[in-house]
């Protein structure tokens, strides 16, 4: 029974990695709109459910359904449509090394085949200047360029062709607080200026508290919380008693706990 | 207010209105979004773009329900790249056309200079200066490793070296095993029909021994060593490089040098000889096989009458070409994949010189052996 409200639906997903179980039984919705964020200590298998989301990966069992279609096993054309409405921002931005900055952005826009060369470069000089690169540095490589200007080139990459639902791996990692906050209100503009459904996968409690609606926990192969931070707090689990209540944790949230 | 004109896709709608005074109104609906559009991008552009020389016409945005950026680019290059004289938008809308407003002109295109045909060979000729010392100050820092580890025997890299001799050596038998075999055969096959015309049957001996041994046998293995071995060699440093285990190295203080290509010249120095004597043998063989079908010529006789008329220094010549042409292989493959920078790009191109180079090395000192014993072996 696919949810109308809901963009992206996970449904009883088990993942096994030949005798090591990943994830147990996890169901999940991420609504219209909304910025889910996946909380989970390493290895409980954050970017592998989000692998899964985006079809790289299958499931050992259960389905993932992305605009109310199954992600896998769909004929390449309807495949493709939900694809064009998905962005990703990986981890480390995967930008094409062998493309200028310029032809990474403007890829996706030529793949689509309806966009002349002209509306293309008025589009990749937009996408520049949301995320705050300078246009001189349109031409440069992706060697050339420091990892925070990586992130945010690959983050006009994936709003390269307006996507409904965006996914984020790690959107802050291996950034310095200044840029961390930097990319932070720029999701937050983002988000301001178009209807974004956000996945987003993190470490970072305070990119974590800034920008998620809603949290989901991944502990112990289950997800053990789901919901509003000030409800997941409330949870009595030793992860995220630990995670959002520790030195960090009190620091961010504020008062962790009402007991 | 009658809709004069109405333009219509599936999702965007506009119309063309007069209104009591007078006034030309064009009123846009729906959505005008990249995903909306589709293929009918073109189309409504063209449509959009017909209003253009209206200059009273009064645009009319509020009633559109979905904008992105591609709608903004599209309508903004229907109006002439700027803003009409009457336009009314949402108040959401205005940030986007303000930023049009504000875009910078794209970067300027690096210009082709008309003196391109000479500075593109000018940096071939660099570059092949640059390799060369490269491969210079390579095997001099080899040598010094090679003293350094003759006073420190404990710091030789045993495991490297005994795991480069598998890699480059045992797991290349079976190849050169196939393509040695099968020019044995075929050269067996063709001489022999030419020797059956002059009833020299017995030269066969002569002709598959010496260019087996001195000349095939070590050209076969030493290529097919160098597609093989060389291309993983610089794929590997290559890559080592692109995930920056290479500047873990250095700053761990242990030489890459010392640790990566040493092991990696000294098993394929070791290895090669050995693949080259397997690669003869089998081509052998391959051509015994034939001539005992061919010919008639008994594997016992070819066997004992083989010594006689191939002297052992073909087989001394044909080893030690081996060995210097695997050296030569695996120093290229480290020189080319040191240099390999972090996309990946450059590690599909070093790989292909990398391959290239070590093939042409290998046939050139063939031939300056050719050259320096001719007449060591032959009678």
Same mark, same amino acid.
């Given at each position: 029974m696919a949810n109308a409200e809901c963009i992206v639906e996970v449904e009883g997903l088990y993942t096994r990695f030949g005798s090591h179980v990943v994830h147990e039984d996890i169901n999940l919705c991420v609504r219209r709109g909304e910025v889910l964020g996946l909380v989970g200590g390493s290895g409980e298998g954050k970017t592998a459910l989000m692998r899964e989301m985006l079809g790289l990966d299958a499931p050992t069992q259960g389905t993932v359904r992305v605009f109310g279609e199954p992600v896998l096993g769909q004929d390449l054309k309807k495949q493709q449509r939900t694809r064009n409405r998905c962005g990703v921002l990986f981890q480390k931005g @995967? #930008?094409?090394? @062998? #493309?200028s900055v310029y032809d990474n952005i403007a890829l996706p826009m030529r793949e #689509?085949?309806? #966009?002349d060369e002209r509306m293309i470069r008025d589009l990749v000089m937009l996408k520049l200047k949301m995320v705050d690169i300078a246009p001189e540095h349109a031409t440069k490589m992706p060697a050339e360029l420091s990892g925070g200007m990586i992130k945010r080139i690959a983050l006009a990459r994936a709003m390269a062709l307006d996507p409904e639902l965006l996914f984020l791996d790690e959107p802050t990692a291996g950034l310095d607080p200044e840029l961390s906050e930097g990319f932070v209100k720029l999701i937050q503009t983002m988000r301001r200026e178009l209807t974004l459904t956000i996945v987003m996968a993190t470490h970072d409690l305070e990119t974590l508290v800034a920008l998620a609606d809603r949290i989901a926990v991944l502990a112990e192969r289950r997800m053990v919380a789901l919901g509003p931070l000030e409800e997941v707090i409330q949870t009595d689990h030793p992860f995220i008693v630990n995670y959002f209540c520790g030195e960090r944790g009190k620091r961010t949230v504020g008062n962790c706990r009402n007991s | 207010m009658e809709p004069e004109n109405k333009g219509s896709t599936s999702s965007i709608v506009w119309r063309h209105i007069t209104d009591a005074d007078g006034m030309h109104h064009l009123v846009l609906s729906g959505s005008l979004t990249l995903a909306a559009l589709g293929q009918r991008l073109q189309l409504v552009l063209n449509d959009l773009s017909a209003f253009k020389n209206e200059r009273d016409l009064r645009w009319d945005l509020t009633q559109l329900t979905q904008l992105d950026d591609a709608g903004v680019v599209l309508i903004w290059r229907a109006w002439g790249e700027h803003r009409p004289k009457y336009l009314q938008l949402q108040p959401d809308h205005e940030r986007f056309f303000s930023r049009m407003e504000k875009m910078p002109p794209p970067a300027p295109q690096v210009r082709r200079s008309w003196l391109w045909p000479i500075t593109v060979q000018g940096k071939a000729a660099f570059l092949l200066w640059e390799h060369f010392i490269g491969l210079l100050t390579l095997s001099g820092q080899l040598s010094l490793d090679i003293k350094y580890l003759a006073s420190?025997?404990?710091?030789?890299p045993w495991r490297e070296i005994s795991a480069n001799l598998y890699r480059t050596g045992a797991q290349a038998l079976g190849i050169t095993a196939l393509v040695g075999f099968l020019i044995g055969i075929v050269l067996s096959y063709l001489s022999s029909r030419q020797l059956q015309t002059y009833g020299a049957d017995v030269f066969i001996i002569n002709i598959l021994g010496i260019s087996i041994v001195r000349e095939l046998g070590p050209m076969l293995a030493a290529i097919l060593v160098a597609g093989r071995s060389g291309s993983s060699m610089t794929a590997q440093l290559g890559v080592m490089r692109v995930t920056e285990e290479l500047d873990a190295l250095t700053v761990m203080g242990i030489p890459h040098s010392l640790r990566l290509v040493l092991p990696k010249v000294m098993a394929l120095g070791i290895a090669m000889p050995l693949v080259v004597l397997w690669t003869s043998a089998v081509a052998l063989l391959g051509g015994m096989v034939i001539s005992e079908i061919q010919l008639g010529l008994s594997y016992q006789f070819f066997l004992s009458k083989l010594p006689d008329s191939v002297p052992i220094a073909n087989l001394w010549l044909g080893l030690g070409k081996g060995m210097v042409c695997g050296m030569a292989i695996s120093l290229i493959s480290c020189q080319f994949g040191l240099r390999i920078k972090s996309n990946t790009e450059s590690l599909g191109d070093g790989t292909t010189n990398s391959v290239v180079t070590a093939i042409t090395v290998v046939i050139i000192i063939d031939a300056i052996f050719a050259v320096v014993f001719s007449n060591v072996g032959l009678r």
């Open positions: @995967a #930008l094409f090394s @062998a #493309l #689509l085949r309806t #966009l | 420190h025997p404990a710091r030789i």
